[in-house]
């Protein structure tokens, strides 16, 4: 497989899309809801449409996972995983924080991520065993080696009414024990921010693999530990996710524990 040509192609569908996502914001009609506070605009689906003629025109027999369309019957070996707005709410409110977030997967291992905010115009990208870049440039996770010292950041899953204790939680433990935390809304951005140091870790519970395929590979490939809260690797099929600069991973394992 052309990693190289996988790259360009994705990187391609995100500028593409982001410039339908510029196009719509601050002019979405409605939002309708999936869940009780989960949105979709219309910007979503005019996003996701992009993205996948682009992967389609250069890749006519891969599969694509997308988050509106779901995953259709073509080569399930090849498998493009799109997140064509990853911050709805966010942007729903006219809040400039979000993203497109497109990753490639082989036989259920993802080897390209590709991640651009719109509105910074930061463009982040990995392939498996080449290293991350933001807009090109090398990046690498923070040095941080104690929570005490650690910016974090984190996100509340979508079902919280129905676990609010578990997550609350464990926000206070993290709260009480790290310099501060950030809650921004974009997972796919998250991981990226801790893939090039600004954040030493991150966590979430109940995520979709749209929401951190792109993202898991970019902070790995930039030294990034990335588990479930129970150390085990994280994959596309788990159900929480930690991502640290590793220095802090343990530490943090213990926080999150079970109340």
Known sequence: MDLEKVTRVGIAAAYQAADVLRSKFGHISQARKKGAIDLVTEA?????????????????????????SGQDTRDASLVWIVDPLDGTTNFAHQIGWYAVSIAFAVDGKVLVGVVLNP??????????????????HPIRVSPVAAVSDSL???????????????????????????????????????????????????????????DTAAGVLIAREAGAHVTDFSDRPHTLASCEILATNGRIHAELLKLLKQP
């Open 119 to 136: 509105v910074t115009g930061e463009l982040f990208s990995a392939a498996a065993g080449s290293g991350a870049a933001c807009n090109h």
């Open 44 to 68: 979503d689906t005019l996003s996701e449409e992009c993205i996948l003629q682009v992967i389609r025109s250069a890749f006519p027999d891969h599969s694509i996972l997308a988050e509106e």
């Open 152 to 210: 974090l950041v984190t996100g509340f899953p979508y079902n919280i009414r129905e676990n609010l204790e578990p997550i609350v939680t464990r926000f206070k433990r993290c709260l009480n024990a790290a310099q501060g935390i950030r809650r921004l809304g974009s997972a796919a951005l998250d991981l990226c921010y801790v893939a090039c140091g600004r954040f030493e870790g991150f966590w979430e519970e109940y995520l979709k693999p749209w």
